[in-house]
C-alpha cells in the first residue's frame, strides 16, 4: 500500500510541473542557487565572544608562578593586599599609561564602548585585534612594551567609529568621527568638542590630536605641534626619538641590538632578550643579560629577575665590584633581629613576616632591626610601620597614625591607603579616592570630562 501510495506521487509530481502537458505554459528556467560563503561574517556579537576568548587565553597563559619564597616568609599566606612582584617578561602584565595591566586597559575600554550609542564598532578592526591576539598566545609571556606589544592593534580607539560631526559636543575620545574629543576639562555634561586632527606644525597637546603619521612633539624651547619626527634621521634633542631610536650627535639613531657596538649608543632596552653592554675584544658590545637559577651562579645586578622571581626563588643578585653580580640567597630574621634592605654586599637580611607584621626599622638607609608593625590608631613613622590592612596617614594634628586601608570610593592619602585592588587614584572632581585602574579607565573612556 505505501509503495502505491509513493509510486502514484512521483507520477502526479511532474504532471504539476507541465512535464508532458500538451498546452501547459512552460515553467522558466529558474537561477542557480548561489553557492554559500565559506567564510560567512561573524554577527557583532560572535566577534565580541571571540575577542574575550582571546583575551582570557591570553591572560591565562601569563598567571604568576607561585610565590614560595613569600609564603614561606609568611609562614604561608600572603596577605590579600600585597601583590608580589611579577616578573616583567609577560605582556600580559607589562604596565600602562595609568599603571593598569594593558589587559585590564583593554577590557575598560571595550566595555565603555559597547555602551556608548554614539560609537560603532569595527568589525575589520575586531578582527584584525582577534587575529594578533590569537597569534601571540603561545609566546603571550615574552616582555614587550606597552607601546610595542600586538596588543595595541586592539585599542579601543581602533575598535571603535565615532558618530558626532566635527563642532558638536562630545564626551569620549571614542565619540568623534574622524576627528578628536577636545575638552576644556569642565564638570559639565557636555564638556567637548569634536575637533578636526591637526595638521602638521599646528600646537597640540596629545599625539591623538594630529593627523595619522604625525606625532606631538616639541623642541626643548618651543611648544609641542604635531610633526613628522622622532624617526630615524631627524634632528633632536634627546627626548623627541620615538622608540627603539635615541638622540645621538643631534640625529634620531637607532638603539645598538645584540653583538652591536655600544660604545656610544645604548642597548635597545625593548627587545624580548634582554642585553647590556660588555666589555669584549672587539669594543663594549651589546649581550644578553646572563641571569642566574641557583644560588653562586653569575647574573646582571641591574636584570629584572636576574636570579629568578624574588617571590619564587628568595634569591637576589647581589653586585660585585665589577658590574657583575652573584646570586645569593636571602636570609629571613626574626623579629628584634638585625635586618638589611635588598641591595647590600652580601647576603641581605628580610624580617620574616616583613609583608605584614613585621618590618626593617632603619632600612633601605642600611641595616636596622626587625620591628613589629602597630595597629590601627598607634603611631607611625613611616609606609612600612602599620600592620596588614592598616597604613600610615597623617592626623588633623599633623601627626602619623595606622588608619584602616580605604574601600572602593573612598578617600586616601597616599599609594599605600588602599584596599587590595584598589589605588589611590585622583577623581574628576579633584579629590583622590579608592580606585580600580579599570574603573578609572572606564570612566575616562565613558565621560572624560575632568580629566
Known amino acids: 500500500m505505501l509503495r502505491k501510495h509513493m509510486t502514484g506521487l512521483l507520477v502526479i509530481i511532474p504532471l504539476a510541473l507541465g512535464a508532458g502537458c500538451p498546452g501547459c505554459p512552460l515553467i522558466p528556467d529558474l537561477d542557480p542557487m548561489p553557492e554559500p560563503d565559506p567564510d560567512p561574517p561573524l554577527p557583532i556579537e560572535q566577534r565580541w565572544a571571540r575577542l574575550d576568548d582571546a583575551l582570557d587565553a591570553l591572560e591565562d597563559a601569563c598567571q604568576p608562578p607561585e610565590p614560595t619564597f613569600y609564603l614561606e616568609m609568611e609562614g604561608g599566606t600572603i596577605p590579600a593586599r600585597f601583590v608580589p612582584p611579577v616578573p616583567q617578561d609577560w605582556d600580559v602584565y607589562a604596565l600602562g599609561p595609568l599603571g593598569a595591566t594593558l589587559v585590564e586597559q583593554l577590557r575598560a575600554g571595550w566595555r565603555a564602548g559597547r555602551a556608548d550609542p554614539l560609537v560603532t564598532p569595527d568589525e575589520a578592526e575586531m578582527d584584525a585585534c582577534a587575529e594578533a591576539l590569537e597569534a601571540v598566545a603561545g609566546d603571550a609571556c615574552v616582555h614587550r612594551q606597552p607601546n610595542d606589544t600586538p596588543l595595541q592593534s586592539c585599542d579601543p580607539q581602533l575598535l571603535f567609529n565615532g558618530t558626532v560631526p566635527v563642532g558638536e559636543t562630545c564626551t569620549s575620545p571614542l565619540q568623534c568621527q574622524d576627528s578628536t574629543c577636545v ?29 595619522a603619521g604625525l606625532r606631538c612633539r616639541s ?179 599633623q601627626t602619623l597614625a595606622c588608619e584602616p586601608l580605604g574601600a572602593e570610593g573612598e578617600t586616601c592619602q597616599n599609594l599605600y591607603g588602599c584596599e587590595a585592588g584598589l589605588s589611590c587614584l585622583w577623581r574628576p572632581d579633584g579629590e583622590p579616592a579608592c580606585q580600580s585602574f579599570g574603573t578609572q579607565i572606564e570612566s575616562f573612556y565613558a565621560d572624560f570630562c575632568g580629566y
Open 183 to 211: 575638552s576644556d576639562g569642565a564638570l559639565a555634561e557636555d564638556c567637548g568638542t569634536c575637533v578636526v586632527l591637526l595638521d602638521e606644525g599646528s600646537r597640540c597637546d596629545l599625539d591623538t590630536e594630529c593627523a
Open 219 to 397: 623642541d626643548l624651547d618651543d611648544a609641542p605641534t604635531c610633526r613628522d619626527s622622532g624617526f630615524v634621521g631627524d634632528a633632536c634633542p634627546e627626548y623627541t626619538c620615538d622608540l627603539g631610536n635615541t638622540c645621538f650627535e643631534g640625529t634620531c639613531t637607532p638603539l645598538a641590538k645584540e653583538g652591536e657596538s655600544c660604545a656610544d649608543v645604548p642597548c635597545d632596552p625593548n627587545l624580548e632578550v634582554k642585553l647590556s653592554c660588555e666589555d669584549t675584544d672587539n669594543g663594549p658590545r651589546c649581550q644578553p643579560v646572563v641571569r642566574g637559577e641557583a644560588v653562586g651562579d653569575s647574573c646582571h645586578p641591574y636584570a629584572v629577575a636576574a636570579c629568578g622571581a624574588l617571590g619564587v626563588t628568595g634569591l637576589l643578585c647581589v653586585p660585585g665590584p665589577d658590574d657583575t653580580g652573584t646570586c645569593q640567597a636571602i636570609a629571613l630574621v626574626e623579629l628584634g633581629a638585625p635586618c638589611t634592605d635588598l641591595t647590600p654586599e652580601g647576603a641581605p637580611k628580610l624580617c620574616r613576616g616583613g609583608l605584614s607584621t613585621t618590618y626593617c626599622d632603619g632600612s633601605p638607609v642600611g641595616t636596622g632591626l626587625c620591628t613589629k608593625r602597630n595597629g590601627e590608631g598607634e603611631p607611625c613613622t613611616s609606609a612600612w610601620g602599620c600592620a596588614d590592612g592598616t597604613y600610615c596617614a597623617e592626623q588633623d594634628d
